[in-house]
């Protein structure tokens, strides 16, 4: 029924436009860059849901799990190949005492997570669970250290409780604790976002932290760390010029965060003291709120290339990485929900952001190497939904999670430069929207194609040009589309927003491709 319906929908949309109004031209012979794995990479924050009630649920629960993890969000995050975990923050980060979450589950002591709506956490999920799970997933974990509220001792051990394979105390106690063998971590942070919730300094002070916390944070057997610096908040180019200026010979790559959010505002939830501002609803929006968002996320790639250029002025062989280890949208929570726990919905109009988004971090791989999007369960833009008043409904994927899983296809692949021309919606007096966003890659000579058609209302066809092949093959064709924008995924309902086959495309007389993309809907081609 649904397919009928999109193709019945794309047969009235194309009559009604003009053929191939978008051009996009790819250059194969200048694929250079591969496109890391960890550009995939997601997040995960003891923050409302995510890991309690999402990820984790206890061993005892009634809920189906492994081990404690929860069956469902388990299996959804092996199909999706996650390549690269960030744990346990974000800004709670900067307050976890790592020691507070090892040993048996009954002895460890509660917290308060005081960033994050007060909740009170009993720390069954510390160290081992996290990594564990990583483990389980076959997935890179990438640990946040304290240096907010830490002491170098603290961060140090916690190195070596992980990461040493000899005798010392720290090894034995892992030992004590069930774990023989080291986990060899390799992603290590100091600090997150140092500039605010991790302490609120000045790079000039961090800069001094960084290097000090980061000497003792110590190399164990064959396994090296990558050390990774807390970055700057969105596009402050002052704080990567200071931070590049005295610590690039001491990290190996460095973080920046960036949320697409329409308007912070001003004003504070009198609890948590988390700005509610006018972020807009996830799910009830205007087509002009639609496309104010879908600009903001845009200004990512202005972003990348501002610290890009200062980078490249310290280190133009791109030894250091920028870590894009927080992005996504953020809206006002769901109606009914803590304000503190960042709990949102996602629509067509998500999966349309997150599309666009990983087609900037695949053409900056030269310096971005991984990417997090914030959060992996129930926080932000997340992949996977659970139901908070019904926690036994089987966990549901969001539309964002079908982009991640589409697009899976361009890890590894060589990023392959393109000329795209098309128009592009007018937001306000000095913003736009172009109507079509993508991204291509090739890996064993067959060149896989994204298409985002980013208008709300309008179908487009593209027009697409390989240099050096005359008539192309599809080899296969996806897509994600609903005919409404504000569609999503709803606990107890069959998915209505899930990739399906794709066969809008055709090759004209001169063996060019033309691609027919419906509004709002996000395409990937196989292509020879
Ligand atoms: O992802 C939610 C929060 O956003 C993180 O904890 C923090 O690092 C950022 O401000």
Redesign the pocket.
């Known amino acids: 029924m649904k397919k009928l319906l999109s193709i019945a929908a794309l047969a009235s949309a194309a009559m009604s436009m003009n053929a191939q109004d978008v051009q996009l031209t790819l250059h194969p012979d200048q694929a250079q860059n591969v496109i890391p794995k960890e550009i995939y990479g997601q997040f995960a ?1 003891h ?1 409302g849901r995510c890991i309690y009630g999402g990820i984790w649920v206890g061993k005892d629960s009634n809920i189906p799990n492994i081990e404690g993890y929860r069956k469902d969000v388990f299996e959804a995050l092996k199909a999706l190949e996650v390549p690269v975990m960030r744990w346990p ?4 980060a900067d307050e976890y005492h790592w020691m507070d979450g090892i040993g048996p589950q009954e002895n460890r002591p509660r917290m308060v997570n005081t ?1 994050w709506g007060g909740t009170v956490e009993d720390n069954s999920f510390g160290t081992h669970e996290f990594l564990n799970l990583c483990e389980m997933l076959g997935c890179e974990p990438y640990i946040s250290g304290n240096v907010g509220s830490g002491t170098v001792e603290e961060m140090a051990k916690w190195v070596e409780y992980m990461n040493s394979d000899t005798n010392s105390t720290m090894a034995e106690l892992r030992r004590k604790n069930g774990r023989e063998k080291p986990w060899n971590v390799k992603y290590f942070g100091v600090g ?2 140092s500039w ?2 991790g302490g609120n300094m000045k790079i000039e002070y961090y800069t001094n932290l960084y290097r000090r916390y980061n000497t003792y944070a110590r190399n164990y057997g064959e396994n090296r760390l990558f050390r990774i610096a807390s970055g700057a908040n969105g596009g402050d180019t002052h704080w990567m010029d200071v931070a590049m200026r005295e610590c690039r010979y001491n990290m190996d790559g460095i973080s920046v ?1 960036f949320y697409a959010v329409r308007d912070w505002g001003t004003e504070d939830d009198p609890i948590t003291g988390i700005p509610m501002g006018k972020k807009g609803s996830a799910l009830i929006y205007s087509n002009q709120e639609y496309y104010e968002i879908v600009s903001k996320s845009l200004e990512l790639e202005q972003i990348i290339r501002a610290h890009a250029e200062v980078m490249d002025k310290y280190d133009p062989e791109k030894k250091v990485a920028i870590m894009f280890d ?1 992005w996504g949208t953020w809206y006002n929570v769901e109606p009914g929900t803590n304000p503190g726990w ?1 709990y949102q919905q996602n629509t067509m109009r998500d999966a349309v952001i997150a599309a666009s988004s990983l087609d900037i971090f695949h053409k900056y791989t030269d310096r971005v190497k991984m990417a997090n999007i ?2 992996v369960v129930n ?2 833009q997340s992949m996977i939904l659970t139901n908070e008043k019904n926690p036994s409904d089987p966990c549901i994927m969001t539309p964002t999670y079908y982009i991640f899983k589409m697009y899976n296809k361009h890890k590894e692949g060589k990023f392959v430069p393109a000329d795209l021309s098309c128009e592009k919606i007018q937001v306000n007096d000095q913003e736009q929207v172009p109507v079509v966003s993508s991204s291509s890659s090739i890996k064993d000579g067959v060149i896989t194609v994204s298409l985002t058609n980013m208008d709300v209302a309008k179908t487009h066809t593209i027009a697409v040009n390989i240099d050096g092949v005359k008539k192309a093959t599809v080899l296969s064709g996806e897509i994600l589309t609903s005919k409404d924008v504000h569609a999503y995924n709803d606990f107890g309902k069959k998915d209505l927003l899930a990739t399906e086959a794709f066969k809008g495309y055709k090759l004209n007389k001169q063996g060019q491709l033309l691609v027919t993309v419906p509004a709002h809907s996000v395409v990937t081609l196989q292509v020879k």
């Open positions: 924050e923050l923050g974000g800004c709670f960033n997150n976002e605010g919730c965060h927080e960042l914030a959060q926080v932000l």
